[in-house]
């Protein structure tokens, strides 16, 4: 009997060491699978966000954009597709060429008052959203970077000020000291280099001159915008269209609303709508495969512009625009 005491004795430490051991495994583990991030206190279920291959600012945000006038962009093509926006009277393009591979840009508009205002460009090849938002915290100016994350398909950033994760199509920080905190949508047009430059003569365009070595002339992602496959799981899917299928995702007070690109090619534009108690004016351009919402006093609402499982998986009770036959 003294002998197996003696031997739980000796044994015991070498338990505490490898159970030590292996619980030091799985917290390495879990922080390199999750980037460094804790997200123990996450909004939504960690276990439905992936890694999506690179590490922490693996993609590289654009930190000091360089601009140049639309008569220098040469490496823009017609149907060149660009994120664009207007503010203070300053009209930007960001190529999508450039954005697939770095997904954000962090950047400045002056304002009346000599001051400037911080924005974020941000863009997820993988779910084809392009989203503005005000980099505003707290009433501080911060910057943002690519977390390497990934929530159903969908592109986490995180602020250097707090590192808090933040959904895209959320609009929303998912973990971390802002968690639960919203970001301030701005009106941002996904559309044409031709369509953009046409109604801005003077607008200025990101270039090529980003300070990283890469081919802006092709995708990495090859015609995964046209493929029926996703390259990471979704909590759910809605087969009603193709899921690469473009659409306009509207929310306002809480309630939200999908107006697919086939519908919308099928109907007059501009076209008239009421939603959620608002006039709203929808106005399409099916050549140039771009829209945007006007109110009732004509002025741009904040949507997002991207593909359809992206839009119907993070609100799968979205009013679905169809034409009335």
Not at 231 to 246: I, R, T
Request: aromatic share 12%; glycine share 6%.
């Amino acid at each position: 009997m003294k002998k197996i005491k003696i031997r739980s004795l000796i044994l015991y430490p070498v338990y505490l060491i490898i159970i030590s051991l292996v619980l030091k495994d799985q917290i390495a583990s879990a922080f390199f699978k999750n980037n460094g991030f804790d997200l123990s206190d996450a909004l939504i279920n960690s276990s439905e966000i992936h890694h999506g291959g690179p590490a922490k600012d693996g993609i590289p945000a654009i930190d000091a954009p360089v601009f140049i006038t639309a008569k220098q962009a040469d490496f823009l093509s017609d149907d060149s597709r660009v994120l664009a926006l207007e503010i203070n009277g300053i009209a930007k393009a960001y190529p999508v060429n450039i954005l697939n591979y770095h997904e954000i840009v962090n950047d400045t508009f002056a304002n009346t008052l000599h001051k400037t205002k911080a924005v974020v460009i941000t863009y997820c090849p993988l779910c084809g959203s392009g989203v503005a938002y005000s980099a505003s915290l707290n009433g501080h100016n911060t910057s943002f970077g690519v977390s390497g994350l990934l929530y159903n398909s969908d592109v986490l950033l995180y602020d250097r000020e707090s590192n808090s994760l933040w959904s895209q199509l959320l609009s929303k920080a998912i973990s971390g000291p802002m968690k639960g905190y919203e970001l301030e949508m701005l009106p941002l047009n996904h559309t044409t280099w031709k369509a953009w430059k046409n109604e801005h003569h003077d607008t200025l365009v990101l270039s090529e001159k980003t300070g990283y070595q890469r081919n802006y002339s092709q995708t990495p992602y090859g015609d995964y915008d046209k493929s029926k496959s996703l390259y990471f799981p979704v909590s759910q899917l809605n087969s009603d269209y193709h899921p690469k299928e473009y659409v306009l995702g509207l929310k306002i007070s809480g309630k939200t609303k999908a107006y697919p690109f086939a519908e919308l090619a099928k109907v007059e534009s501009p076209y008239k709508d009421i939603f959620s108690g608002k006039e709203l004016t929808i106005i399409f351009d099916a050549k140039n495969r771009t829209g945007k919402i006007l109110d009732k006093n004509n002025n741009e609402i904040p949507i997002v512009t991207s593909f359809w499982f992206a839009w119907m998986t993070f609100y799968p009770d979205s009013v679905i625009f169809k034409k009335v036959e």
